[in-house]
């Protein structure tokens, strides 16, 4: 039995994702879009705080909210007037993109409940994820060791410097 | 009442829907990178509430999330730059305009 808050909380924080995820695709500003994406953002972070994750949502908040939709909010100015409304959706190409979801999220839904003899499963306790453990096997090589993919990340955003410095450059 | 791992993964399914929805009938590309970061967010959430339901004090989808976090926000920035270098040779970044490989 859970107690009384962590359920008030819940709700709050299923029905925030859901209602800024319907918004942020269906309002035809886009600079509201980005908006409500960092409400749905923030809406995740919570919930994984609510999970006992603590280091994954203060990464969830700082990179996404904090780093992602700042840069989307400079394209966003850069490339558009102020206020202005974007381009209005044709009916038929509506109809096709809400049938696809639609479709993707019934197959999806009957795979759940259909398949899945752990959807009835609760939070056990507490995790026992210490910053401290969490560090060591960020930076270890033994079996549950993530050296290898920490490198290749790293790896990677030189990549992604060096690329956006060669792309953004003008000619 | 208590809270069971359906109830986290309704929330993620509609995030998800709404991630395809954006994506296919959208014109803007920053439009569609912002559904893209919902499609992205909802999988993330999917890895942690699997991990943390069904494997307590193993943390597989923790990291993966942590690498797919670092990984989208690269892929966004890449993204937004060459977007903002289209907008400057033909000041428009609306997808149908866009039908020339080189300007």
Redesign the interface.
């Given at each position: 039995?859970?107690s009384v808050g962590?359920?008030i909380m819940?709700f709050i924080?299923?029905i925030a994702?859901?209602a800024f995820?319907?918004l942020?695709?269906t309002t035809r500003k886009?600079l509201r879009?980005?908006t409500y994406?960092l409400f749905?953002?923030f809406a995740?972070a919570a919930?994984?705080f609510q999970?006992?994750?603590h280091f994954?949502g203060a990464?969830?908040i700082a990179?996404?909210a904090g780093?992602?939709v700042v840069?989307?909010v400079?394209?966003?100015l850069?490339?558009?007037k102020p206020g202005a409304d974007?381009?209005a959706?044709t009916s038929h190409?509506?109809w096709?993109?809400?049938a696809?979801?639609?479709i993707?999220?019934l197959v999806?839904?009957y795979a759940?409940f259909s398949y899945?003899g752990?959807?009835?499963?609760?939070?056990?306790?507490d995790?026992?994820?210490s910053i401290d453990r969490?560090g060591q096997?960020?930076l270890s090589t033994d079996k549950?060791g993530?050296l290898l993919?920490f490198e290749a990340?790293s790896v990677?955003?030189l990549a992604?410097i060096i690329?956006?410095v060669v792309?953004?450059r003008?000619r | 009442m208590n809270l069971t791992l359906l109830m986290y993964l309704i929330p993620s399914i509609i995030m998800f829907g709404c991630g395809v929805y954006g994506f296919l009938t959208r014109k803007n590309m920053i439009a569609i990178m912002i559904s893209l970061e919902l499609m992205l967010n909802s999988v993330d959430i999917n890895f942690v509430v699997f991990n943390r339901f069904l494997f307590p004090g193993q943390f597989e989808g923790m990291f993966f999330t942590l690498f797919a976090i670092a990984i989208a926000a690269a892929e966004t920035a890449l993204a937004l730059a060459i977007i903002i270098n289209v907008f400057r040779a033909i000041k428009n970044v609306d997808i149908n305009q866009i039908n020339k490989l080189k300007f």
């Open positions: 039995m859970e962590n359920i819940y924080i299923a994702i859901i995820s319907v942020t695709v886009i879009s980005a994406l749905v953002l995740t919930l994984y999970m006992d994750y994954l990464v969830q990179v996404y780093g992602i840069l989307f400079f394209a966003i850069l490339t558009h974007t381009q959706i190409r509506k096709l993109g809400v696809v979801a639609m993707g999220a999806c839904g759940l899945g752990f959807c009835g499963k609760q939070l056990i306790g995790d026992g994820l969490l096997m960020l549950f993530y993919p990340v990677l955003l992604c690329g956006g792309i953004a003008r | -």
